[in-house]
């Protein structure tokens, strides 16, 4: 089982910046796509970002485009989300996510097999 535990969530201002982590311990094996969502109270989990763990190819939600990076230490088993320009609508509990999967079925949080417990990410206006 695979274990991840984000960190790096806190209280922001508009147009400020956070970088969130994903360490992943445990059996890994089988992790090809690690990913970011992010769910708001009262709405649904929504994929953010998303890289592939033996590749360089990363993926973007539309709304994150340009504003967030994410990107991976393979030896360190961790993933990272710089975000930058943040917006109040970027409010959520982050959630990183690994999975073995490919194409646009990736988007898809039923993809995904090992979950973590999340870290909030709070934009004030």
């Known amino acids: 089982q695979v274990q991840l535990v984000e960190s790096g969530g806190g209280l922001v201002q508009a147009g400020g910046s956070l970088r969130l982590s994903c360490e992943a311990s445990?059996?890994?094996?089988?992790?090809?796509?690690m990913a970011w969502f992010r769910q708001a109270p009262g709405k649904e989990g929504e994929f953010v970002a998303g890289?592939?763990?033996?590749?360089?190819?990363?993926y973007y939600a539309e709304s994150v485009k340009g504003r967030f990076t994410i990107s991976k230490d393979n030896s360190k088993n961790t993933v990272y989300l710089q975000m930058s320009s943040l917006k109040p609508e970027d409010t959520a509990l982050y959630y990183c996510?690994?999975?073995?999967?490919?194409?646009?079925?990736?988007?898809?949080?039923?993809?995904?097999?090992?979950w973590g417990q999340g870290t909030q990410v709070t934009v004030s206006s």
């Open positions: 996510a690994s999975g073995l999967c490919l194409g646009s079925g990736c988007y898809s949080t039923r993809a995904y097999d090992f």
């Open positions: 445990g059996r890994t094996g089988d992790t090809y796509v």
């Open positions: 890289i592939r763990w033996h590749a360089d190819s990363t």
